[in-house]
């Protein structure tokens, strides 16, 4: 009997230690038509805290974005297979794009991570999507934006040898971290 209580004690503290996202947290990905708990939702404001002080992975998108959309699937795929979350950004909730120079989350964001971004019509440093950050520490060690090189996915789908070097960028990204 000693056991069996002990057993269960011990299965109940391993249970109870295991990290799991709260549901309230998960990301609703159904835009992109797939169904996650490998996607946590974020807020700009918790981006940048995130970013300048955390290890992690951080995806800013939005589901109506051609590329973002494209991307996504290979994205969970790596992110299931290697049991690894990511925080998302919705850069477009509801529609509105918060991506704004009135937006001063996003201004802070901009001006941490300006070396990595591409610069706009203006030559001002803008966060495009998809945009992929992995940190350790608050030090960005990876970053990714776009899909591939030459691929417009508002013209067409990635190729299978497009296909194969998008997943090989989202599986260094992932194992950026590690």
Known sequence: MKKIVIVILATLLLVGCTKK???DKIADM????????????????EAYDFLTSETGLVYFGF????????MIPYLNEIAEAE????????CRPGGN?????DNAAYMKIVDFTKEFLVLDENGNPR????????????KIVFDHADTVPDHNASERKMTEEEVELMK???????????
């Open 127 to 138: 966060l495009y999507v998809p945009q992929l950050f992995a940190v350790v520490n608050g």
């Open 21 to 23: 996202p709260k549901d």
């Open 30 to 45: 159904s835009g992109y038509n797939i169904k996650s708990e490998q996607f946590l939702v974020m807020s700009m404001e």
């Open 63 to 70: 589901d109506t974005c051609p590329w973002c959309f494209e």
């Open 97 to 101: 794009d918060i991506r704004n120079d």
């Open 168 to 178: 090989q960028i989202l599986k260094d990204f992932v194992n950026s971290v590690k």
């Open 83 to 90: 049991k690894v979350n990511i925080y998302y950004i919705d």
